[in-house]
């Protein structure tokens, strides 16, 4: 019985979100330009720092046992795991605002969870660029290193790039629902967003503080590092890959929690 | 008939704990360091029932709580102390669920989906309140006798006029069919046709399906249409709860008579205006004992003389002065929200 609730529930909310995404998309189909321009800008942002990996590799024929291709495998890992968080959870960029402004007691008045109804609210195109770019870097590097093509693979890789793609969506939440408590949350959230550049970097370059941070604190060891090594370490793979799934998920529900518990006390400006 | 009330509050008070925040760069870093709260008292002890399909104008000056009251009624805010029952239920502990019962309208904030037509909107607003085809169907139609605003279904919300969007968003309060819908000055901002066609729009949308609308407005004009019953409140209290008519007899008398006696400038210097105030003002006691309630003074370049005609006619006051003074232009205002407000407070009417 409440299994089926809950997959009653489920359906509903997936039912409203395919409604929202589809006349989203169908209202931004009418400016083409937006459309064209904000994935070309993207997609420039990501060759602009392409080329700056490519020159590091020109002067160093691999960081630390990693090659040219590894590295190229974990940056494109780690753009298509970073795409969720920019396609579904970009309107955690304007919360700041709306909480500042007192617009955002406009979402209070629904008989639906809020946290759901705040992000649904805005899909980013741009999202679209990032993802082929990665998909992209990450086909080329795949067929240079010579790994394999099977179904079970496929399946790893779907799994990791889920639950890598939790971890920043988690960093973004948390970041973005300060301002529920602290007036300058801006600068922490583009803090919190700079770390993702270092996601594509294996973690054992780093010293063992920001090895430490970057696993258990601000846990972006996970977006790529952590779940590419199934593919390019399979001998040697650490207990914290296979447990990435499970810490992933325990994230992103520890920061809806405390997301939602912001937004539950929000009680508005004056109007 | 024995009705049971839709909302009950009883015994209300809200409490804000508010920083005090000291001065200067100094100040704030010691507040960080000892923080030193005030406790401020946004709604002392209110108690009222509202009956199903009653529209109550909720008013009072900028700040007396109306937002907080709504808020209250709304689940966003829970109260310090006393209860609150919405369709018997108790707002702030599940606030889902009366979501479900309630609409409401925050003056200029919609809550249409900017990019979308609105029709689209309506057709998401219909699956997220689970609202049956039939009752869909019905009030579209509905709807569309009442505005006529099929036309206006497939243009982006964001394209709208704000009144049309308004127009709209009271629409879509409404489209559930909540028990109560709460208006937060609705007509804020809005032309004069606009705002007769939100009037109408809301008597009607009452009159058919019988909803309860609480309304706070600072447009004398929408309590005149829209409310029979009134409840002021000022400073967190309710100071007024009462049928329209009652403030009607009270204060229909009043009157405010502007004069101008020089359309020249050099003429209209505030102390010039404020001697002749004075003059006038005594003048007049001289000449109508009677009327105490009579009051002048300057406002611009105009004089406003204050007057209750239960006392005094208004063209015996102006008979009088047109004797000695040659009066260039002359207006008469009703009394407006604010001052009935003042008034009551003042004059505390029960």
């Known amino acids: 019985m409440k299994i089926k609730k809950k997959t009653n529930t489920l359906r509903y909310y997936a039912h409203i979100y395919r409604m929202i995404l589809a006349q989203d998309l169908k209202s931004k189909m009418n400016y083409r ?60 960029w304007n919360l700041r605002f709306q909480v500042y402004s007192g617009d955002f007691i406009r979402y209070c008045f629904r008989p639906i969870n809020l946290f759901f109804y705040y992000i649904s609210e805005v899909f980013d195109i741009k999202g679209i660029g990032q993802f082929a770019f990665g998909a992209g870097t990450l086909i080329y590097a ?60 294996p973690i054992t370059i780093f010293n063992s503080i920001f090895r430490f941070i970057f696993t258990f604190i601000i846990p972006i060891a996970f977006i790529a590092y952590y779940p590419s090594l199934i593919f390019l370490r399979p001998d040697n793979v650490p207990l914290l890959t296979y447990l990435s799934p499970f810490i992933g998920i325990i994230f992103f529900y520890i920061s809806y929690k405390v997301w939602i518990t912001g937004a539950m006390q929000y009680s508005g400006t004056g109007s | ?40 008292n946004a709604i002392s002890n209110i108690t009222m029932d509202i009956m199903p399909g009653e529209i109550v104008g909720y008013l009072g000056p900028n700040g007396a709580g109306k937002s907080t009251t709504i808020k209250m009624m709304t689940g966003v805010l829970k109260p310090t102390s006393g209860e609150i029952l919405v369709n018997g239920r108790v707002p702030y502990e599940n606030r889902t669920k009366n979501a479900q019962n309630i609409g409401v309208v925050f003056g200029q904030r919609t ?78 901002g809005l032309d004069v046709t606009m705002k007769s ?107 406003d003389i204050f007057i209750n005609e239960d006392e005094i006619k208004m063209m015996e006051i102006m008979n009088f002065i047109q004797n000695t003074r040659n009066i260039v232009d002359v207006k008469i205002t009703e009394i407006s929200t604010e001052s009935v407000i003042k008034k009551i407070y003042e004059g505390g009417v029960k």
């Open chain 1, 33 to 92: 330009a937006d459309f064209i321009i904000s994935n070309v800008g993207i997609i420039a942002t990501n060759v602009s720092g392409f080329i700056a990996f490519w020159i590091m590799f020109q002067n160093f024929p691999s960081i630390l046992n990693w090659t040219y291709y590894e590295m190229m495998f974990l940056y494109g890992f780690s753009l298509i795991a970073l795409t969720p968080v920019q396609l579904f959870f970009d309107n955690n």
């Open chain 1, 142 to 201: 795949w067929k240079n290193l010579g790994l394999s093509v099977t179904p079970l693979i496929i399946l790893k890789l779907i799994i990791a790039l889920f639950s890598a793609s939790l971890f920043m969506i988690a960093i973004m939440n948390i970041a973005a629902a300060t301002c529920f408590w602290i007036t300058n949350s801006g600068i922490v959230m583009v803090f919190m967003f700079n770390f993702k550049d270092y996601a594509r970097y």
């Open chain 2, 1 to 40: 008939m024995n009705m049971e009330p839709i909302i009950q509050i009883k015994n209300v008070s809200k409490e804000f704990k508010v920083l005090n925040r000291r001065e200067g760069l100094m100040g704030s870093i010691k507040d960080l360091f000892s923080r030193n709260y005030k406790i401020i």
């Open chain 2, 111 to 188: 809550q249409l989906w900017w990019a979308l037509p609105v029709i689209e909107s309506f057709k998401i607003l219909k699956e997220i309140y689970r609202i049956d085809d039939k009752v869909y169907n019905d009030n579209l139609e509905l709807y569309n006798n009442l505005v006529g605003v099929k036309e206006l279904y497939s243009k982006p919300v964001r394209q709208m006029s704000l009144g049309q969007r308004t127009l709209c968003d009271i629409l879509a309060a409404f489209l559930h069919n909540p028990s109560v819908v709460f208006l937060d000055e609705p007509t804020i």
């Open chain 2, 197 to 303: 066609k939100i009037r109408e729009l809301i008597t009607e949308l009452n009159r058919v399906k019988n909803t309860t609308v609480i309304l706070t407005t600072h447009d004398m004009g929408d309590v005149d249409a829209l409310c029979k019953r009134i409840i002021i409140i000022d400073k967190g209290t309710r100071i007024y709860d009462n049928s329209i008519e009652n403030l009607k007899d009270y204060f229909g008398a009043y009157r405010t008579l502007k004069l101008m006696f020089s359309k020249n400038p050099e003429d209209n210097t505030e102390e010039n205006l404020n001697k002749i105030a004075a003059e006038i003002q005594t003048s007049l006691h001289k000449e109508f004992p009677s009327a105490e309630n009579i009051a002048v003074c300057s406002n611009e370049e105009w004089i």
